[in-house]
């Protein structure tokens, strides 16, 4: 398949990932018995995700949606990471932070003492995908759909430079 100017080739079928995401469900629907877990979906990648692992979620749980935009900071810290969007009290409450892929970590890194910072009563990450191998930060997810190799991936809810997220299976980039 061709997206762009690049060759795409199928990696996980849309039945395999509906299975892990329901399992995944069911998971955190038994842990967070009794909490109203209070899920932050990281737009816009993880919408997908998102959406099929919160139709599995029976419990009283509540979702909200946020956006990260990273921008130069003034002096050399680097890169800073704010969210928009995020008006929900997060104090006190059960999060559950839903992304899309874990690639270096530098974003979730960067963004976790914002989310810390508002004192949850408890805090961890669901994450579709996470590549082991191309980790860079110490971040780490608490559920994980599907560990992948450090290839480029595309569909449910990834894009390639705004195309593909709505194909319901993940392709890789062909070398
Ligand atoms: P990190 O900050 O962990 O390096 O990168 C996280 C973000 O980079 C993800 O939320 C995602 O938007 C993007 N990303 C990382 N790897 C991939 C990939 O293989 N495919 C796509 N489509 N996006 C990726
Ligand atoms: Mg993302």
């Not at 079928?13 to 995401?21: C, G, N, P």
């Not at 029976?58 to 003034?74: M, N, P, Q, R, V």
């Not at 704010?82 to 960067?110: P, Q």
């Not at 980790?135 to 705004?162: H, I, M, R, S, W």
Request: no cysteine; proline share 4%.
């Amino acid at each position: 398949m061709q997206v762009h100017d690049k060759v795409f080739r199928p990696f996980i079928d849309a039945k395999t990932i509906q299975a892990r995401v329901a399992e995944l469900g069911k998971q955190i629907d038994k842990d967070y018995e009794g909490k109203r877990p209070l899920f932050i979906a990281i737009l816009n990648g993880s919408f997908v995700f998102a959406s099929d692992l919160f139709r599995h979620i029976t419990i009283d749980a509540e979702i909200s949606f946020i956006k990260l935009a990273s921008y130069k900071g003034t002096s050399s810290t680097g890169n800073v990471i704010t969210s928009i969007g995020m008006e929900e009290a997060v104090t006190g409450r059960h999060v559950v932070l839903l992304e899309d892929i874990i690639d270096t970590g530098k974003t979730l890194h960067a963004f976790l003492p914002e989310i810390v910072h508002r004192q949850p009563a408890s805090l961890k990450i669901a994450t579709f995908l996470s590549k082991p191998d191309a980790l860079q930060y110490e971040v780490k997810a608490d559920y994980v759909g599907f560990e992948v190799p450090n290839k480029f991936v595309l569909g449910y809810g990834l894009d390639y430079d705004g195309l593909g997220r709505n194909i319901p299976e993940l392709y890789e980039l062909a070398e």
